[in-house]
């Protein structure tokens, strides 16, 4: 009996080892969501946060950060919160694709405000997220999760595409941490 070849022609063996490599390039790409100083939209797709907290309660924890432990902002499940450099104090600008790397922490049903939990000093409140809802913010700067962080000890999110940084309880208004988030 002959055997079926499972082999592809000489001519598409170039293209299936590659083809790996460029998706990976593509999700990097995808979740950099940083490399240009605009504002990333591309018309209307709604995002939720990857697992926000019931009453939006931020607190603090002691997180391992670029190899140091640091305290930063959390939600009530302890996932890491993240600044957008591009932003400004009162204006989101990650929307669209970049919105779904980095879902924004919004209000839930039925809140009115952010609750304050141990360890936060400085200021919370909301702004209104163009794709709809409200969005907490911390002295005036809007909040956003990284969708790769998946458990609470998770701050994968630190340095991506040089814009983005846990956000710490010393972040002042009117400033932008640095890349490394110190």
């Known amino acids: 009996m002959e055997a079926i070849s499972t082999r592809l022609p000489r001519a598409a063996q ?79 600008t990650c929307v669209g694709p970049c919105a779904k790397a980095w879902p924004p922490l919004r209000l839930e049903g039925g809140t009115s405000q952010p609750t304050a939990g141990p360890g936060v000093t ?10 709809g809802g409200a969005q907490v913010t911390y002295n005036g700067w ?13 701050t994968y999110g630190q340095g991506v595409g040089g814009k983005w940084s846990v956000v710490t309880p010393s972040l002042a208004p009117g400033t932008s941490p640095s890349a490394s988030g110190y």
């Open 14 to 92: 170039p293209v299936q080892r590659a083809l790996p490599v460029f998706t990976l390039a593509i999700a990097l790409l995808a979740t950099a969501c940083g490399g240009g100083g605009g504002s990333y939209s591309s018309g209307s797709s709604s995002s939720t946060a990857a697992s926000p907290a019931a009453a939006a309660t931020v607190k603090t924890a002691t997180k391992m950060v670029a190899g140091k432990s640091q305290s930063i902002l959390v939600d009530a499940k302890g996932l890491s919160l993240y600044h957008f450099t591009p932003d400004s104090q009162g204006k989101v």
């Open 142 to 154: 809007p909040l956003y999760y990284y969708a790769m962080d998946k458990d609470s000890g998770d």
């Open 122 to 131: 400085g200021k919370l409140g909301t702004i209104p997220n163009p794709e």
